[in-house]
């Protein structure tokens, strides 16, 4: 009777995910950074909560659910702190070193920029991880692929969708495969039992600016909204 109940409760988790919008989206533009200049393919950048204070700082890699590999992403719980640097490589470019415009509510993937430290083997590109019962969450973990759109990559692509100004938020709904069932949901924070900061997927998003790499010294008093929109 447990088996069954949890199975029921877990069928209902992945259907309420599975809400994609049927009305036609605005044509999407440029993200852009904290100071307002287009986001470019080539380029590294951080992604940095945009909430004053307790929102946190940037994001980087810690051990995974079983184990140290593959890592799963974290976010650092103090903003002074602005964590890795990332490529974005959207759907339509062929290498992440092409300089292009990388465009909101588009598929992309999101690659931590190569590190000194070599942790794992495994490729550091977003991906969302098989369902944890354990929690009840979706964990976003780093060993996904890059490019090849299809069924097999399927949980690699995100998108940035603009809330205000700057502001973007994480969303994973990918449209890179028509025939798939796939989840449908924001990207948010999750707190575990030694109360850290993990990506999941969530009803609640995480709302983020976006910083180029390069400029992070000179941008020091970063511009934060104070609430969620």
């Not at 997927?201 to 976006?210: A, W």
Request: glycine letters at 8%.
């Amino acid at each position: 009777m447990k088996s069954s109940s949890l199975a029921f409760s877990f069928t209902f988790l992945f259907v309420a995910f599975i809400t994609k919008p049927l009305s036609a989206a605005a044509a999407p533009e440029p993200l852009v950074d904290i100071r307002g200049d287009k986001v470019r393919t080539g380029t590294t950048y951080q992604i940095v909560s945009a909430i004053q204070g307790a929102g946190g700082g940037g994001l980087t890699l810690d051990g995974g659910r079983d184990g140290l590999c593959p890592l799963d992403v974290y976010q650092y719980g103090s903003d002074l702190l602005w964590g890795l640097p990332f490529f974005f490589s959207p759907i339509n470019s062929t290498t992440i070193d092409q300089q292009s415009y990388v465009y909101d509510s588009t598929d992309l993937n999101i690659i931590f920029a190569p590190s000194p430290f070599k942790i794992c083997n495994e490729p550091k590109v977003f991906k969302v991880d098989s369902y944890d019962e354990s929690t009840g969450q979706w964990f976003i973990t780093s060993n996904g692929a890059i490019g090849n759109p299809g069924p097999q990559t399927l949980h690699s692509w995100f998108k940035f969708e603009k809330v205000n100004g700057k502001t973007y938020k994480i969303k994973y709904c990918s449209s890179v495969c028509e025939s798939c069932v796939s989840l449908c949901s924001d990207v948010g924070i999750y707190y575990d039992d030694r109360l850290q900061r993990r990506l999941v997927l969530s009803k609640r998003p995480f709302l983020v600016n976006i910083y180029k790499a390069e400029a992070q010294a000179e941008d020091a008093s970063k511009e934060k909204i104070v609430s969620v929109i």
